[in-house]
């Protein structure tokens, strides 16, 4: 996932596209063994990555700000949050999910991490071309401070 995640970031212009492709296989590939609900969360993240990338490269100035993209991105990304707590079902943290116990310990603060995500992505509907920056900031911090605590390597 680590390698996947820097061919993401250096993947530039419409041709970059395709290895992205390529490394998102490759993600996906990692969990082959995954099933059922945990499938469909992964899933769900992959494509939160995906809705991300565009509008990450518009707000560090790769690609033309197009206010309609971040629209639709940022509203798909508003309603994957609003599902993540139900993908979360007790017990569900088999390899190979990266699921942390601490999640069922801890659901309200895991819910509440989903809501900031919704509440960002929401934010980030509105952004123009001078607040997307901030607003993208704001999102991506949503996602890691849910996954240092949250989501685990494991073997
Ligand atoms: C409320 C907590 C939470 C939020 C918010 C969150 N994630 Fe996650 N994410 C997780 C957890 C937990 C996992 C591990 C799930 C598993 O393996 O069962 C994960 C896994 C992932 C994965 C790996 C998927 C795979 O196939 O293994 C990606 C990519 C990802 N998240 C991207 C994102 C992005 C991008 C955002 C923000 C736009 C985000 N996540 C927001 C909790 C969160």
Redesign the pocket.
Known sequence: ?KQGRVLLLAGAGVAGVFSLLVALAG??QA?KGAQGV?KE??KL??R??KR?RPIARMAAGKRAFDAETVRRNAQD?MQY?ER?PSLFPPGSLKPP???AAA?WQQFDT?RQ??EN?RKASQQLMQAKAQTLPAAVQK?QQ??KS??VR??VEKE
């Open positions: 996932m993600g996906v969990h945990v969360r992964m993240m992959m939160a990555e991300m990304l949050a993540i999910s990266e699921a999640i895991f991490q989903a995500m999102l949503t996602c849910c996954h949250y989501r």
